[in-house]
């Protein structure tokens, strides 16, 4: 199944080079997203801190990422021993430091996964 998997990655050219690429968010979200899974899964010393960077770099890569980033926040905080609230702290800084900067912008405030500007001029 795994290889299987692995041969379907290089079926569309396309893919393979968008996926490869740093050019595009897409990119970056597939360096981060296993990255950021290898730091939940982990045991070294400043997790919180390394995950909480890489959360809110997935936050303000893409809108859509906004679930996985405050849901993976939410996990970490529940299946630590240790409570911690440093990455769910991150992703609610983040959001209030963009939704506040769409507000001076555009007069806005964007929260959630629709923070970005397409979504505010419609309204």
Same mark, same amino acid.
């Given at each position: %199944? !795994? =290889?299987? &998997?692995? *041969? &379907?990655?290089?079926?569309?050219?396309?893919?393979? *080079?968008? +996926? !490869?690429?740093?050019?595009?968010?897409?990119?970056?979200?597939?360096?981060? =997203?296993?990255?950021?899974?290898?730091? &939940?899964?982990?045991?070294?010393?400043?997790?919180? *801190?390394?995950?909480?960077?890489?959360?809110?770099? !997935?936050? %303000?890569?893409?809108?859509?990422?906004?679930?996985?980033? %405050? $849901?993976?926040?939410?996990?970490?905080?529940? *299946?630590?021993?240790?409570?911690?609230?440093?990455? =769910?702290?991150? =992703?609610?800084?983040?959001? &209030? +430091?963009? $939704?506040?900067? +769409?507000?001076?912008?555009?007069?806005?405030?964007?929260?959630?996964?629709?923070?970005?500007?397409?979504? !505010?001029?419609?309204?």
């Amino acid at each position: %199944f !795994l =290889i299987i &998997l692995l *041969i &379907l990655i290089f079926y569309n050219p396309h893919n393979l *080079i968008t +996926s !490869l690429s740093t050019n595009f968010e897409e990119g970056w979200s597939n360096y981060l =997203i296993p990255t950021t899974f290898i730091l &939940l899964c982990s045991n070294i010393k400043n997790k919180s *801190i390394l995950l909480s960077i890489s959360l809110s770099f !997935l936050f %303000f890569l893409k809108a859509s990422l906004f679930y996985l980033s %405050f $849901g993976l926040a939410l996990i970490y905080f529940f *299946i630590e021993k240790k409570k911690n609230y440093l990455p =769910i702290l991150t =992703i609610i800084i983040c959001s &209030l +430091s963009w $939704g506040m900067k +769409s507000y001076v912008n555009t007069g806005k405030f964007a929260f959630g996964p629709k923070n970005t500007s397409q979504y !505010l001029h419609k309204i």
